[in-house]
């Protein structure tokens, strides 16, 4: 079964650190770009970052530069997310995603398909 | 980083009805477009890529169109598993984004 679980989401303080992961299961995790995404009620669902196939590119949403770190170990199928100086306006229900991107003729798309259960983070004094 | 403004934010319909959503970009997108539906307490699913491109084994009520900043998610025939929360995103540029979201009941 292709799947996604995440895990590591919990309650910290505010400017405290937390590493979250990601264990893929029954695909070939080598071939996709991996994303996190998070949401919570005031602020919707947000795309938070990306990493390519073998980790040598990263993307961030501004918010998050220079605090968080996307990761992934190949080997042991696995994507991360090192958030530090967390921030109240980080609590949310992240998500593990798998970009199926589309390739046609001229034009690659992105297409989330396969989505983790989700890891809930907490920051709060 | 580009706006996506979704409409309506609810919506209340009746089974069989003809339902629309729609996106609207803050510059043109191309097609590069996609809708989620997000149900209670699960992770959001993906409907529709490239704007208009269905993903298999979506049932065939859900269609998309659109291109360059207007967007289209119709529902046919609505049913009573598609009450959910509808999302669109753009992966045009970075940073990702997504509409804030339509919720769509059945009366």
């Known amino acids: 079964e292709v799947q996604l679980v995440e895990s590591g989401g919990g309650l910290v303080q505010p400017e405290g650190s937390l590493r979250l992961s990601c264990a893929a299961s029954g695909f070939n995790f080598n071939n996709y770009w991996m994303q996190w995404v998070r949401q919570s009620p005031g602020r919707g669902l947000e795309w938070v970052a990306n990493i390519n196939q073998d980790g040598g590119a990263q993307r961030y949403v501004d918010s998050v530069k220079g605090r968080f770190t996307i990761s992934r170990d190949n080997t042991k199928k696995s994507l991360y997310l090192q958030m530090n100086s967390l921030r109240a306006e980080d609590t949310a229900v992240y998500y593990c995603v798998r970009d199926g991107e589309v390739v046609v003729p001229g034009a690659v798309y992105d297409a989330y398909d396969i989505w983790g259960q989700g890891t809930v983070v907490t920051v709060s004094s | 980083a580009i706006q996506m403004t979704q409409s309506p934010s609810s919506l209340s319909a009746s089974v069989g009805d003809r339902v629309t959503i729609t996106c609207r970009a803050s510059q043109n997108i191309r097609n590069d477009l996609g809708w989620y539906q997000q149900k209670s307490g699960k992770a959001p699913e993906l409907l529709i890529y490239a704007s208009s491109s269905l993903k298999s084994g979506v049932p065939s009520r859900f269609s998309g169109s659109g291109s360059g900043t207007d967007f289209t998610l119709t529902i046919s025939s609505l049913q009573p598993e598609d009450s959910a929360s509808y999302y669109c995103?753009?992966?045009?540029?970075?940073?990702?984004?997504f509409g804030q979201g339509t919720k769509v009941e059945i009366k």
């Open positions: 995103l753009q992966d045009y540029n970075y940073p990702r984004t």
